[in-house]
């Protein structure tokens, strides 16, 4: 109850922010599950591409997060765990006692749709996307069936850079491409660059003459 | 709050009027042209007259509301046309304070000194105070880069989306003789004249324009459409007298300064668009674009009409 409400704030505000948009450029907002994948250069990432959800969608689509991040303090647990039901995997190889691939894995055959961020960290510099993790391609190993749907959040970084409180208001777009899957015989390589490509492509920068 | 003014009932009760014969030839030209929806210009007619509806009604709630009505409808524009310009901007990261401060401070403050009627202030506040403070705090960051044409950007962006918007509302302020408790009328004035502007000079250049008038600046302006638009646009202003304080000729005048005020406006707006290779400000309003798209030619005319009026019949 508590836990909608205050999702109900965060999408409110973030519209009030950004008059997000979302534009489908290649696969529809319905039915389906997916794996969204998304750029990342701010903390507003997944909330913005959870506002543009149709409510339906929005509601079995689980954000993959840091547990290191979202599991201090009790104020980010809440929010992390029971208003976005993320999916918190911990990033340190050497002290964690489950997979994120099976995490995640999991959380598909549960029914639900994913957000995550291949490239692992925030985006603070010029560069418009960092060289992917291998995360995206083991998952796509794992669940071969499930649609890959890239999609580039513009303009998120202005609005609140690295190391900001104050979210400066600038109008943000969420832009949905056609999903991919991974082929049988693919490398890890050779998914992992068109993976970048397809998301990539979606960037307005780079999609200007 | 008082009750509305009779007139302000007669006059949404028309609009209200010309919206529900509107809506009825867009279903009727729908259903007859384009039933699967595959006629853009109808749709796209369409669209507009729904948007006019969510318009009307939000100005004619504010008109009711007085002075605080027209004072947060106009702070609530202010913002989203600040939002939709700065995008457009090519401010950095050390622009951060300065532009938090021009949407929570400054925006806010322009608007309560309207709301309070201070002139005094409210004419200077964001020409001096802003001016002054914003590059100061932008400097603060010591990055150099592009740093006059982010100030310049950002200074501009308050002038059109804040200053220049905010002296709608502030014509409630305006002491008039004669004319007390009447002042919604004249923003209504104001408003009507503006917009009848645009939407005759788009009805005449549709039926009639053949002569480009700005061919790089905005591919559908004509000649044909400017003139058109402008002339009948003004013979409703003089028609418009009634709710004014102004003789039909004075209010023909006025009408014809915030035409050509609205017009060079907009062609202004549309440079500054084609400077950064977008085509709308924004996609808020369906079938308008931004809101900027919709408020340029208001912006341009309200500072101008406020000082005339103040000027010759105000005694404050």
New interface residues.
């Given amino acids: 109850m508590l836990a909608k409400f205050v999702a109900g704030l965060i999408v409110g505000f973030a519209r009030f922010i950004t008059?997000v948009?979302g534009k489908w450029e290649g696969s529809d907002p319905v039915g389906g599950q997916r794996v969204y994948f998304a750029n990342h250069a701010s903390h507003g990432d997944f909330i913005l591409i959870w506002t543009v959800l149709p409510p339906r969608l929005r509601q079995r689509t689980r954000p993959v997060a840091a547990a290191d991040y979202w599991l201090k303090g009790q104020l980010r647990r809440f929010i992390g765990r029971d208003v976005f039901n993320a999916v918190l995997i911990d990033r340190d190889r050497e002290s964690r006692r489950e997979d994120p691939i099976t995490l995640m894995a999991a959380a598909l055959d549960g029914g639900a749709s994913l957000i995550v961020f291949p490239e692992g960290t925030r985006n603070t510099g010029e560069t418009p996307l960092l060289p992917f993790k291998s995360g995206l391609y083991h998952l796509a190993r794992a669940r071969p069936d499930v649609d890959l749907v890239p999609v580039w959040i513009d303009?998120l970084n202005?609005v609140m850079?690295k190391g900001?409180i104050?979210p400066?208001?600038?109008?943000c777009t969420v832009t949905f491409g056609a999903p991919i899957r991974i082929a049988e015989t693919q490398s890890k390589e050779e998914f992992i660059v068109r993976a970048e490509a397809a998301l990539l492509a979606l960037s307005p920068k780079v999609a200007?003459p | 709050m008082s009750a509305p003014h009779p007139d302000l009932l007669t006059l949404l009760a028309g609009f209200a009027a010309i919206l529900v014969a509107a809506s009825m030839i867009g279903y009727v030209l729908q259903s007859r042209l384009s039933p699967d929806g595959s006629n853009t210009a109808i749709e796209n007619l369409n669209d507009r007259i729904r948007a006019w509806w969510v318009m009307v009604a939000l100005m004619g709630l504010a008109l009711m509301g007085g002075r605080t009505g027209v004072t947060l409808l106009f702070a609530c524009c202010s913002?989203?046309a600040?939002?939709?310009f700065?995008?457009l901007t090519s401010?950095r990261?050390a622009d951060?304070?300065a532009?938090?401060g021009a949407?929570?401070a400054v925006l806010p403050i322009q608007y309560y000194l309207i709301w309070i009627s201070w002139y005094g202030l409210y004419s200077i506040f964001i020409p001096v105070y802003a001016f002054l403070m914003m590059p100061i705090i932008a400097v603060l960051r010591g990055d150099t880069d592009n740093y006059l044409v982010r100030i310049a950007e950002v200074q501009w962006a308050l002038m059109i989306c804040v200053f220049c918007a905010s002296h709608v509302p502030a014509l409630m302020s305006l002491d008039i003789p004669g004319y007390e408790g009447k002042n919604v009328l004249l923003i209504a004035f104001l408003v009507i004249v503006v917009q009848i502007s645009d939407v005759l000079q788009y009805v005449w250049g549709k039926l009639l324009g053949r002569t480009r008038i700005a061919p790089t600046l905005s591919p559908s302006k004509t000649v044909e459409g400017f003139v058109g638009g402008a002339l009948s646009a003004t013979l409703i202003g003089a028609g418009l007298a009634w709710m004014t304080p102004f003789t039909p000729p004075q209010a023909a005048f006025l009408s014809l300064v915030i035409v050509m005020m609205g017009f060079f406006g907009g062609l202004v707006m549309s440079a500054i668009k084609r400077d950064r290779?977008v085509k709308d400000w924004?996609?808020?309003i369906a079938g308008h674009g931004?809101f900027i798209d919709r408020l340029d030619s208001v912006v341009f005319s309200a500072p101008i009409f406020f000082h005339l009026v103040r000027y010759w019949w105000s005694v404050t």
Avoid at chain 1, 168 to 171: A, K
């Fill in positions: 008059a948009q303009n202005r850079p900001e104050v400066i208001p600038l109008v200007a | 913002f989203a600040l939002r939709e700065v995008t401010t990261r951060h304070w532009l938090a949407f929570f290779g924004g996609h808020l931004g």
